[in-house]
């Protein structure tokens, strides 16, 4: 079984957080997937089962950083895909990463999809505001800098707010580290929506490009 991600990674290990925050994860981990439940018609599942897997194989490509590694996030693209529905991709990958390769923990699961989740909804919300007003390509560069920006101060803030640790050491390298992952999954979005909007428009949500 791969080691236990590192503290500061995205997937934030057990023993990092205090229990408050743990806690105040776990309700925004179900509030989310009870929303993103909601009216869900079984024509979305194999949509929501693909996402689930492109989110849940990114976390396999690491970048090296120095000493550490980091890896692709793939939130934004989930997000503007699924929109609402995004949480429960993210839910879904999340509790598979930590069951088979120990990416996170168990503890900090809720917080770990609060961090990822959150920013993937507002990125489907931002990329439908943007569709009528610039390319796909552009709008999904836009919406995928956003959303791992968000992800990365996000996980950042928690680390300082909520860690253990109270010198702010591990959020200060956690948000360093995660500055390529943030252009990276620009670019990737870009093309990937660029291709989506010939390919499969209806997956954008907005009219053929």
């Keep these: 079984m791969t080691a236990p991600a590192p503290p500061f990674a995205v ?23 009870a929303l993103a439940l909601l009216k869900i018609d079984e024509r979305e599942i194999p949509r929501v089962g693909v996402l689930t897997a492109a989110f849940f ?8 950083f120095g000493v550490i590694s980091v890896h692709l996030l793939l939130n934004g693209l989930v997000g503007v895909i699924l929109g609402y529905r995004a949480p429960l991709a993210i839910a879904v990958g999340l509790t598979l990463q930590t069951l088979l390769f120990a990416h996170g923990g168990w503890g900090s699961l809720g917080v770990n999809f609060a961090v990822l989740a959150v920013p993937a909804v507002l990125a489907g919300i931002g990329y439908r505001l943007l569709a009528r007003r610039v390319s796909p390509f552009v709008g999904g560069l836009l919406m995928g800098l956003a959303t791992a920006a968000l992800t990365v101060l996000l996980n950042a803030a928690v680390l ?16 360093v580290a995660h500055l390529p992952v943030i252009v990276l999954e620009g670019v990737g979005v870009g093309f990937a929506c ?16």
């Design 11 to 33: 997937h934030i290990a057990d023993g990092v957080l205090t229990a408050p925050w743990q806690t105040g994860g776990f309700v925004v981990l179900a509030a989310g997937v």
């Design 57 to 64: 194989v990114a976390s396999q490509f690491h970048i090296p």
């Design 160 to 175: 300082y707010f909520g860690s253990v640790d109270p010198t702010g050491l591990v959020a200060g390298v956690s948000l």
């Design 194 to 209: 660029r291709v989506l909007a010939k390919a499969k428009p209806e997956w954008l949500g907005v009219p053929s490009a």
